[in-house]
């Protein structure tokens, strides 16, 4: 099983920026397609981005499209989140997870079905 360590949150001001990166072990990360999901308190998990297994497709919630950017590099087993103009409502803890490779469901993560494998969390805090 794949086992994920997120990092890169903290602190940022209205209109900062922002990488997140997630390292993966235990199992080479191209057998999965990977996504990342946001949480604050009182509110169901929500899908941020999510990318397939190769890197060729890559699909965003509505409330980040144009200012998040998800990558993966299957070769340093690695998958980063870079958070642009990022606002309040970006503020949440991130979580990195993954989904294998044949699932049915495709490169999708409007939900968290299928998701499998996931981090402990990093904390992104966006105020002035």
Avoid: H
């Avoid at 989140?81 to 993954?98: G, H, R």
Wanted: aromatic content about 12%; some cysteine; charged content about 15%.
């Amino acid at each position: 099983q794949v086992q994920f360590v997120e990092s890169g949150g903290g602190l940022v001001q209205p209109g900062g920026s922002l990488r997140l990166s997630c390292a993966a072990s235990g199992y080479p990360l191209d057998y999965y397609i990977v996504g990342w999901f946001r949480q604050v308190p009182g509110k169901e998990r929500e899908g941020v981005s999510c990318i397939s297994r190769y890197g060729d497709i890559s699909n965003y919630a509505d409330s980040v499209k144009g200012r998040f950017t998800i990558s993966r590099d299957n070769v340093k087993n690695t998958v980063s989140l870079e958070m642009t103009s990022l606002v309040p409502e970006d503020a949440a803890v991130y979580y990195c997870a993954a989904r294998p490779y044949y699932s049915p469901s495709g490169t999708t993560c409007s939900s968290t079905e299928g998701y499998m494998y996931w981090g402990q969390g990093t904390q992104v805090t966006v105020s002035s």
